[in-house]
């Protein structure tokens, strides 16, 4: 059900958002019953290749690469205990390509928003240290990276940093709670990061993009359980 389904969609029988067939005549044209059909199909839903509406129907996906590489992020989770270092460094990989690429591709718009973003983490950060909003930091980390992953113009790398770094922002959170100065550094990377970007230079848009995610890495061995406590992170005080 699942190579047929796949062969109907690489075929061009099915397109993003087509309705598939009734069941009847769907389980007569792969040959197949219609309980193993509807198991295929609940498998397709689960990767997010298909959706069932109910009372309307079984549609085929926009097929969005972020989402179909979503369930990658379920590999980093089955890895267990001492998974936190692999995970960083295919994130590393992964993300200094995207700052590599993203720095002859990205657009003005992105830049701009790139730096509105820091902007704003610069006044958390200059704000007293009880005062500062530390999820807010990390949405705004989140948020940057992201920008330069999808102004990589290569949706399969985007796909893919999103599904490995959203594995990594417990310990980030961990990070910024419990160790001084940290989001300080963090902000001061990222604009080094962003101006490499902005004057177009791709290698040392890698290069900043490396020593920060080596600076993160290094950071979180030093944590309790390599920055991935069992416990949920609290704010300081």
């Not at 298909?50 to 590489?69: A, E, F, I, K, S």
């Not at 419990?178 to 490499?196: F, K, P, Y």
Request: glycine share 8%; with cysteine.
């Amino acid at each position: 059900v699942v190579d047929g389904i796949k062969r109907m969609i690489l075929e061009g029988r099915l397109r993003p958002g087509d309705r598939l067939p009734i069941e009847k005549n769907l389980a007569e044209d792969l040959g197949v019953s219609r309980g193993p059909l509807r198991e295929g199909v609940s498998a397709l839903c689960i990767l997010g290749i298909l959706n069932t509406r109910q009372g309307d129907g079984t549609y085929v996906t926009n097929l969005d690469v972020t989402r179909l590489l979503a369930p990658m992020g379920f590999v980093v989770d089955i890895q267990g205990d001492g998974s936190t270092a692999n995970t960083h460094a295919v994130r590393r990989v992964l993300e200094c390509e995207a700052a590599r690429l993203a720095a002859t591709r990205i657009t003005d718009e992105a830049l701009h928003e790139a730096g509105e973003l820091l902007d704003e983490a610069a006044q958390v950060v200059g704000q007293a240290p009880q005062d500062q909003d530390h999820e807010r930091l990390i949405e705004i980390d989140i948020a940057f990276h992201r920008i330069i992953a999808a102004h990589s113009d290569n949706p399969v790398l985007a796909g893919l940093i999103e599904a490995f770094a959203g594995r990594t922002v417990r310990g980030r959170l961990w990070r910024s709670l419990h160790e001084e100065g940290a989001d300080l550094r963090t902000h001061e990377e990222h604009v080094a990061i962003l101006n490499a970007i902005q004057a177009r230079d791709s290698e040392t848009a890698r290069i900043r993009m490396a020593n920060h995610l080596i600076g993160v890495e290094e950071s979180l061995r030093r944590l309790p359980d390599d920055g991935e406590s069992t416990a949920e992170p609290r704010p300081a005080g």
